[in-house]
Antibody, heavy 120, light 108 residues
Framework: QAQLVQSGAEVKKPGASVKVSCKAS????????VSWVRQAPGQGLECMGW????????KYAQKFQGRVTMTTDTSTSTAYMELRSLSSDDTAVYYC?????????????WGQGTLVTVSS | DIQMTQSPSSLSASVGDRVTITCRAS??????LNWYQQKPGKVPELLIH???TLQSGVPSRFSGSGSGTDFTLTISSLQPEDFATYYC??????????FGQGTKLEIK
């Protein structure tokens, strides 16, 4: 059964960076893309971008371009999302999810989420 | 960007009711529409993809329909575990997608 397990909660100061990991199991990692979605407190879902686990191609939402980097390590079936220049507006739960790109535009399964709190 | 608008934003209903949630796209997205359920403090879960294909394990009381710009999620007979927030998501614009703002389904 496919599963994604994310790294733990983070507290960061404004201007800092955060890197969240997402370890996949139960499926062939390189057969699917990984998307990243965030959810601010009490708010809806926002797609940040996508990475192909097959060849590392990335596509970022315009809002995050220049500030986000998504990578994968196929040797450990792990995807990473780094977000830089954090502000309080980046306080949110960050999810990774299998899917996006050519592997179907729906997300399933999702990681358990990583709460990133940005506070001085 | 394609905007997704759900209606209503919130809805009160009783166990056993038939409920319909609507999702409208700002331009045609063919059948590239997916639905998710999110319970408080939990991870979103895929219910339906490509407008009407029920994800494995999802009860048959859930159904989806529509095409182009107008889509619906129907729950034929509400159960206590169905009270949650529902999101639609367009998957036309590979690979950056947009979600609706959500519909919170509450117990009457």
């Amino acid at each position: 059964q496919a599963q994604l397990v994310q790294s733990g909660a983070e507290v960061k100061k404004p201007g800092a960076s955060v890197k969240v990991s997402c370890k996949a199991s139960g499926y062939t990692f390189t057969n699917f893309g990984v998307s990243w979605v965030r959810q601010a407190p009490g708010q809806g879902l926002e797609c940040m971008g996508w990475i192909s686990a097959y060849n590392g191609d990335t596509k970022y939402a315009q809002k995050f371009q220049g500030r986000v980097t998504m990578t994968t390590d196929t040797s450990t079936s792990t995807a990473y999302m780094e977000l830089r220049s954090l502000s309080s507006d980046d306080t949110a739960v960050y999810y990774c999810a299998r899917g996006g790109g050519g592997s179907g535009g729906w997300f399933d399964p999702w990681g358990q989420g990583t709460l990133v709190t940005v506070s001085s | 960007d394609i905007q997704m608008t759900q209606s209503p934003s919130s809805l009160s209903a009783s166990v056993g009711d038939r409920v319909t949630i609507t999702c409208r796209a700002s331009q045609s997205i063919s059948a590239y529409l997916n639905w998710y359920q999110q319970k408080p403090g939990k991870v979103p879960e895929l219910l339906i993809h490509t407008t009407s294909t029920l994800q494995s394990g999802v009860p048959s009381r859930f159904s989806g329909s529509g095409s182009g710009t107008d889509f619906t999620l129907t729950i034929s007979s509400l159960q206590p575990e169905d009270f949650a927030t529902y999101y639609c998501q367009q998957s036309l614009t590979i690979p950056i997608y947009t979600f609706g703002q959500g519909t919170k389904l509450e117990i009457k």
